[in-house]
């Protein structure tokens, strides 16, 4: 029986922002208006959102795409005088937020994420299936597939859930939407029943599901077993080495580190972890190295470089376009901006800037190598130490943000080749979000400040990354990326197939020797 995945806890996050000193949004100027004196608390609010929306999200850097958020703004005020609910007015904002197409640019509408139906959805197009169950008595449903919710059919739920779930594509929808669907508060965000949750199959039967409260649950019931290879596994990164084989299994699950997280001490440098695995895998003849990213919805994009850095000379990489809109928000949060100048000059607040052409990204030496406590990452300057075998990245319908971006880079680099499914991320996108918190009604939001800009000028409107190779990422029955990968790349599989077939010698050592 499968259980409820940890992914499930990592939201509870995203709910508990609110006890965290987030700064309130302000902007003296909208609160000396008169529609900002007049108004009342939703108004108000709605005012301030939308302010921080046209003054930092690079979308809006364009005046005409203000002008439209200005008309719906102007519609939705009137819409607020008659609001009774937070709900309503949280709704009315995410609406606003999933319009830009940015699954970093949203609005925190939960208040409680306790109750929850204790089944899990998996959602591709318009069909969905039960994949997660949390006990034996449910175990029935797993991989039935659902037609109808609560009476409504899914076509019509999945409409609904659009126009208030931030997402880059269609997959990055389909990807959040399967757990938000276990939480009893968003039925009632869709204006449907939340007291039950009854799934009509498809042989025409209904199931009722009662929900429970998540805390009653034991960890046993939320983590997933993990019997495969490529089973998900509770850590930052992690890597295995199958020396026979020939194969250093990489999987990489958070951007995120001591240098990015320095208040948790106990965390491991990536830089360090991957100096050591590249070692190791020099020590044990390693051919193959497997980057999985099918479970990593992003953090810092710096793990990604100092990763590339091992597989292709830096100075050779095309590196990503990043595109930084200046706000009062950005400098709030990151003072540091207030001292960067461009060409000289202080920057200029609404304006969007060219990342890498701030004086000090100009200006910063290739040849300079940070100490190894430095709160920089150290990047491989040795292109003796470069990695010269296979890579094969591993991408799923979770890989989002930096996952993305690395995914992106090795795809115009041409570096290894991509296995898995769709990227939930979308290749060119905006991100690096911003928090912050209206003041009247104490809504959490997230905001975009910066748009990346993909090497490749040519593919920079596609939705996804799509994999050279296609492979079913959640078969239950057995790990058929890991068969695929040893059955590809197994050195012993490589070995036995010269030994069999002689023909390699031609290349190998004839031809040459003639030459």
């Excluded at 999987?251 to 995120?256: G, S």
């Excluded at 709030?332 to 004086?359: A, H, N, S």
């Excluded at 990047?379 to 890989?399: C, H, K, M, Q, T």
């Amino acid at each position: 029986m499968k259980k409820i995945l940890l992914t499930l806890l990592s939201m509870v996050a995203v709910a508990t922002l609110g006890a965290q000193n987030i700064s309130e949004y302000r902007n003296p100027e909208v609160e000396a208006t008169r529609e900002y004196q007049e108004g009342n608390a939703y108004q108000q609010d709605l005012l301030l959102y939308a302010d921080m929306l046209a003054t930092v999200h690079p979308y809006y850097a364009d005046a005409k795409h203000r002008k439209v958020l200005e008309r719906k703004v102007r519609k939705g005020y009137k819409e607020c005088a008659t609001l009774g609910y937070d709900t309503d007015f949280k709704l009315m904002l995410a609406r606003l937020a999933a319009e830009l197409g940015d699954g970093h640019t949203a609005i925190s509408y939960w208040t409680n994420m306790n109750t929850i139906f204790p089944v899990r959805m998996a959602i591709d197009g318009d069909k969905c299936a039960i994949i997660d169950v949390t006990s034996e008595e449910l175990s029935a449903l797993l991989g039935k597939s659902v037609t109808h919710i609560n009476g409504h059919p899914l076509r019509k739920v999945l409409h609904s859930a659009r126009a208030i779930v931030s997402a880059d594509n269609e997959v990055n929808f389909e990807n959040l939407v399967k757990d938000y669907l276990m939480f009893t508060e968003f039925w009632s965000l869709l204006g449907m029943d939340d007291e039950l949750l009854r799934l009509t199959l498809t042989d025409g039967t209904t199931v009722e599901v009662a929900p429970i409260q998540r805390n009653t649950l034991k960890i046993a019931q939320l983590q997933s077993d993990t019997k495969h290879v490529t089973d998900r596994r509770n850590v930052l990164f992690d890597y295995t080495i199958f020396e026979s084989e020939g194969i250093c299994y990489l999987q990489f699950n958070q951007f995120a580190d001591r240098v990015t997280h320095p208040q948790y001490t106990q965390l491991a440098r990536f830089d360090s972890f991957v100096t050591e695995m590249m070692a190791e895998m020099a020590a044990k003849g390693v051919k193959t190295l497997v980057v999985d990213l099918q479970y990593n919805a992003g953090g810092n994009s710096a793990l990604g470089d100092v990763l590339l850095s091992w597989l292709l000379p830096y100075a050779e990489l095309k590196r990503y376009g990043v595109e930084v809109r200046i706000s009062e928000l950005l400098s709030t949060i990151y003072p540091y901006y207030r001292e960067f100048t461009y060409d000289g000059e202080p920057l200029e607040v609404g304006k969007v800037y060219d990342m890498w052409r701030f004086d000090h990204n100009r200006e910063q030496s290739a040849d300079v190598v940070p100490a190894q406590d430095s709160t920089r990452h150290i990047l491989n300057r040795d292109a003796e130490r470069i990695f010269r075998g296979n890579v094969i990245f591993v991408e799923g319908r979770e890989s989002f943000s930096s996952a993305t971006l690395l995914l992106t880079m090795a795809r115009d680099n041409g570096l290894g080749i991509i296995v898995g499914q769709p990227s939930g991320g979308r290749p060119s996108h905006y991100g690096d979000l911003l928090y912050c918190t209206l003041p009247n009604t104490k809504t959490i939001a997230t905001v975009s400040h910066k748009r990346f800009v993909r090497p490749d000028a040519k593919a920079r409107d596609t939705e996804y990354i799509v994999p050279d190779v296609e492979l079913d990422l959640r078969n239950a029955e057995g790990d058929m990326l890991w068969e695929w990968i040893v059955r590809n790349y197994s050195l012993e599989r490589n070995n036995s197939a010269k030994s069999e077939d002689d023909s390699y010698l031609w290349d190998t050592i004839y031809r040459p020797a003639m030459e």
